[in-house]
């Protein structure tokens, strides 16, 4: 055994590749946020489109996934500033 296949180790997952949601999961959220934004709707943070994704497929998601989806798509608006004086 060679010194560089010690130092090598192909085990572990690839950064950026969910385990346990499809891409397809990944899109389906992301189109449910751009509907939502058609829309002009009020409401359109993660626990809506989380919402709105169970009642479409009627699997669960996790609000942090929905979340991340989303940071990810730069989907997200930070919220304004408020000015002083």
């Known amino acids: 055994?060679?010194?560089?296949?010690?130092?090598?180790?192909?085990r572990g997952w690839e950064k950026g590749i969910s385990r346990k949601y499809?891409?397809?999961?990944?899109?389906?959220?992301?189109?449910?946020r751009a509907d939502l934004e058609k829309e002009d709707s009020y409401f359109i943070g993660s626990d809506v489109v989380k919402a709105n994704?169970?009642?479409?497929?009627?699997?669960?998601?996790?609000k942090s996934y929905v979340d991340r989806v989303l940071k990810e798509a730069r989907?997200?608006?930070?919220?304004a500033k408020k000015k002083k004086g």
């Open 75 to 79: 989907l997200v608006r930070s919220p």
């Open 22 to 32: 499809a891409p397809e999961t990944k899109q389906q959220i992301i189109r449910i």
């Open 53 to 62: 994704y169970e009642n479409q497929t009627g699997e669960e998601v996790t």
């Open 1 to 10: 055994m060679d010194e560089r296949d010690v130092l090598v180790d192909n």
